[in-house]
Structure formats: structure tokens, C-alpha cells
């Protein structure tokens, strides 16, 4: 099992910057991907930036040039760094995880989520 803890939501004004952190426990050393979505009122979860073990790293269009996710393999985090926020970057943002377990045999493919953590940009 693996535990996401998220921090750094809260409210910015429109154009200003958060960073926000995602620590991993448990069975951490199965981790694989990471990285953060996000879901606002009325929509449906959408992926904001995924990181993998060998650093590449995946964006939606809509933050691409404005979001950087980043991860640290020593302290088992992700962080995405968010500047030149806009109100339609509003949501619940989810940290989350993906994990490879078992034998050659029968591997499986596991996904954690974090509890979410509320970013709010007002105008």
C-alpha cells in the first residue's frame, strides 16, 4: 500500500505562483509514475503533469509553459510548481501515483491517489 500526502493549496490572485507537494509512503520503492491532476466544479479529471522514473515529463496543453513538475527520489516526492495562474486553473488538485508489484509471472499495475488539495485563483 502506498500513502500520498499533498500541501501547498490555498488562495492566489490571478498572474500569482503556488508550489505544491506530494510526499509518498509505504510501499514506496514500487512507485513508478507520479505527477497531479485536477478536477473542477462540473468537470471531469483531467491530467495537469506526469513525471517517470527516467524524468520525462507529460503536460496538458492548457498549463504547458506555466507548470513544471519535479520529483525527488532521496526525500520520495512530486511537486508542481504553478505560475501565471488563471482562474480556470481552480480545482481540486489530486497527487498521484503509479506502482508496478509482483513476479515476472503476473505483474500488476497499481494507481494511488492522495486526498486532493483545493486551489483556488481568484480573478
Known amino acids: 500500500q502506498v500513502q500520498l500526502a499533498e500541501s501547498g493549496g490555498g488562495l492566489v490572485q490571478s498572474g500569482g505562483s503556488l508550489r505544491l507537494s506530494c510526499a509518498a509512503s509505504?510501499?514506496?520503492?514500487?512507485?513508478?509514475?507520479m505527477g497531479w491532476y485536477r478536477q473542477a466544479p462540473g468537470k471531469e479529471r483531467e491530467l495537469v503533469a506526469v513525471?517517470?522514473?527516467?524524468?520525462?515529463?507529460n503536460y496538458a496543453d492548457s498549463v504547458k509553459g506555466r507548470f513544471t513538475v519535479s520529483r525527488d527520489y532521496a526525500k520520495t516526492t512530486v511537486d508542481l510548481q504553478m505560475n501565471s495562474l488563471k482562474a480556470e486553473d481552480t480545482a481540486v488538485y489530486y497527487c498521484?501515483?503509479?506502482?508496478?508489484?509482483?513476479?515476472?509471472?503476473?505483474?500488476?499495475?497499481?494507481?494511488?491517489w492522495g486526498q486532493g488539495t483545493q486551489v483556488t485563483v481568484s480573478s
Open positions: 513525471i517517470t522514473p527516467a524524468y520525462t515529463t
Open positions: 498521484y501515483a503509479g506502482a508496478t508489484v509482483g513476479p515476472v509471472e503476473r505483474v500488476e499495475l497499481y494507481e494511488y
Open positions: 509505504g510501499r514506496i520503492r514500487s512507485i513508478d509514475r
